[in-house]
């Protein structure tokens, strides 16, 4: 399998990842799928996104088996993954424009028929886009992301984004805060803060170590 497209990474303002759309060209047929699932899985992963690995994968599955099922076996197939603004879209393209997908009200005891219902059920929402000679199925999935590129809305590192703003020192108040250098530059106002908390609390009677140890304590256990 060839992936189309740029490598994630984390970088940015406060470690952002760069979301870059990727392809992946395969043939569909039921042992691809599951290469496809890896790949998509460990691209999750980069770009800190793994508690969407199920849904996700599980969208791919049924939408490969329904180009299995209704266009043949090893039709030529791509799925693109992108972020539409905070959500992630998965689109899954095959040349048969005619064979749309379904949404039926299978019963419990039908072995098919419950592809688009999986699909429905995991995702926010989820249409068919036509073109000339293309067909893309696609679903998008919402996240907890700030922006596209952004982390995760946790409280603390809003919190502490507050505060380095305020702590970066006056000779970089103007600075681009996105890219390596703004990130080189937070991670040292941070450092700095950090190091000046300890002094305020050796200057009050407090145990700078054991400070730290509970700091320490707490993050894992926010982390885990």
Known sequence: ????????????EYGCVHRKPWELPFCALP??????????????????????????QICATELIANVIKHVGPGTPTTLAVSM????????????????????????NDDESGRGMALVDAVTDRWGVTLHADVKAVWCELATD??????????????????????YRPASHQHSPTTG???????????????TDLLHWLRAHGCDPDEALDRAQTYFEADAA
């Open 145 to 166: 992301l700030t922006t596209a590129n952004g982390h995760a809305r946790n409280p603390r590192v809003a919190r502490a984004e507050e505060h380095l703003t305020l």
């Open 84 to 107: 539409n603004e905070t959500y992630l879209r998965l689109e899954l393209h095959d040349p048969d424009t005619r064979a749309l997908p379904t949404l039926l009200d299978a019963d």
């Open 180 to 194: 390596r250098l703004g990130t080189a530059l937070a991670e040292e106002a941070a450092i700095d803060l950090i």
């Open 31 to 56: 042992e691809e799928a599951a290469g496809v699932r890896r790949v998509l899985a460990l691209h999750l992963i980069l770009w800190c996104l793994p508690e969407l690995i199920d849904p996700a």
């Open 1 to 12: 399998m060839l992936i189309h497209g740029e490598e994630s990474g984390a970088s940015g």
